[in-house]
């Protein structure tokens, strides 16, 4: 006899990993981005002073500044969208992500220039 629609077995959806996942993913993106994140903050702030430790005529460069913060500003927020895209399991988290690395060689583009 067949099992009644009432009855069926219910179909297990695949099992989302733990929200520490996030937090060990978010953590480590921090960590591998540390260096990285000074450098660009180093030169950041060389960018929009114009000197680099001392200069006799600064030249600022506040396009290659504001580059440098939205680079910034996405290494920060990279890592936890990736931990929560990893535990969500939603389109619309990597989508997201894949914007923020967008965002990121934008960056560095308009920064080269």
Known sequence: MAPSPAHAPAETSPKRPSAWWAVVIT????LILAY???IALFLTAASFSGCFLECATPKPQPVAGMAGVIILAAMV?????LGVAVVRQSRK???A???CALVVVA???IAAL
Not at 27 to 30: F, H, I, N, Y
Request: glycine fraction near 20%; charged fraction near 0%.
């Open 27 to 30: 953590l480590a993106g921090w």
């Open 36 to 38: 990285p994140a000074f």
């Open 77 to 81: 927020v990279c890592p936890p969208m």
């Open 93 to 95: 988290w990597w989508t």
């Open 97 to 99: 992500l894949g914007g």
């Open 107 to 109: 960056g560095v583009v």
